[in-house]
């Protein structure tokens, strides 16, 4: 799942072979996409999503198998 964030950075989402997340981010000036950098999670399900909240932060979800994981940035402009 991807989502642009208000710097207009887009950052990409995936499930890995290990279970987990895993993230990369497109530059909004260069264009240029981050190397793939692990997020944990171990037990990720189908099913990620991202949104943006009005604060301008990007927050990501994914189902487990007991729990609900949840992902944020501590600001905008940051990594997840």
């Known amino acids: 799942v991807a989502v642009t ?4 950075r ?3 989402f995936v499930r890995n072979a290990e279970k987990g997340l895993s993230t990369r981010v497109r530059d ?5 996409w ?3 950098r692990d ?5 990720i399900q189908d099913g990620v999503s991202a ?3 009005t604060a301008g ?5 994914a189902a487990g198998h ?9 600001a905008p402009d940051t990594d997840v």
């Open 57 to 61: 932060r990007v927050h990501v979800y």
């Open 51 to 53: 949104v943006v909240d």
């Open 28 to 32: 909004a000036v260069t264009g240029r």
């Open 66 to 74: 007991h729990a609900v994981h949840h992902w944020t940035q501590d």
């Open 10 to 12: 887009v950052h990409l």
């Open 39 to 43: 997020m944990g999670g171990g037990e």
């Open 5 to 8: 964030a208000p710097d207009g």
């Open 34 to 36: 981050s190397g793939w």
